[in-house]
């Protein structure tokens, strides 16, 4: 059995796309996954997988189980256990110094950007607000917070054409620390 996180991209935010972490528990119980755990609000779920399909599968099962439920999409990014202590291991930003640690994100991407659209990303001018792709990750560091920054998920979904969201440091260390509970 292999464990997941799947991370619900904009749920419970400002009213919207409301779900109970109750029911989505239940939900993906009721797709026979176990040892399913939700983290605060935002639409983590730890759990763990007997099937043998792919990820790609395993996402697809998801959405179609919340769209049945609650009659809207969701976009949702799904990472190992081993992906997740990678995502750890290599924040860019962790060892120089001056850096806030509360002032760290990462948005996880659906998949590797295209190299065209990543080259046009990396030569827009920024002001304080940093990042660094790496594989399916972005690392962000931003001095004034995420709520000022405009480094947020719609912005990298429109310059790369794919789905992301963005957690914040403590939740990704929180996060990697349930899932190696398991």
């Known amino acids: ?9 904009g749920i419970n935010v400002s009213g919207q796309k409301k779900i109970l972490m109750a029911d989505l528990k239940l939900l993906y ?10 983290y605060i609000q935002s639409g983590n779920v730890l759990f763990k997988c007997a099937d043998k399909h792919d990820e790609e599968k395993i996402i697809l099962k998801i959405n179609k189980a919340i769209f049945k439920q609650y ?9 190992d256990q081993l992906a997740l202590a990678e995502i750890l291991k290599n924040n860019p930003y962790l060892n120089r110094k001056g850096i806030l640690e509360d002032r760290l994100y990462v948005t996880l991407l659906s ?3 295209d190299k065209k659209l ?3 990303l990396l030569e827009i ?3 304080t607000d940093e990042f660094q792709v790496n594989g399916k990750e972005i690392y962000l560091y931003c001095p ?8 947020n ?9 794919l789905k992301a969201s963005t957690r914040n440091w403590k939740t990704i260390n929180t996060l990697s620390e349930m899932l190696s509970e398991y």
């Open 153 to 161: 998920n719609n912005f990298f979904e429109s310059k790369l054409k």
């Open 111 to 113: 998949e590797e950007p």
């Open 1 to 9: 059995m292999k464990s997941y996180i799947s991370l619900l991209r």
């Open 125 to 127: 001018p920024l002001k």
């Open 29 to 38: 119980e009721q797709l026979q996954f176990e040892q399913v755990k939700t």
């Open 71 to 79: 009659a809207f999409d969701v976009a949702i990014l799904l990472r």
């Open 118 to 120: 990543l080259e046009k």
């Open 144 to 151: 004034g917070g995420y709520g000022e920054t405009k480094l």
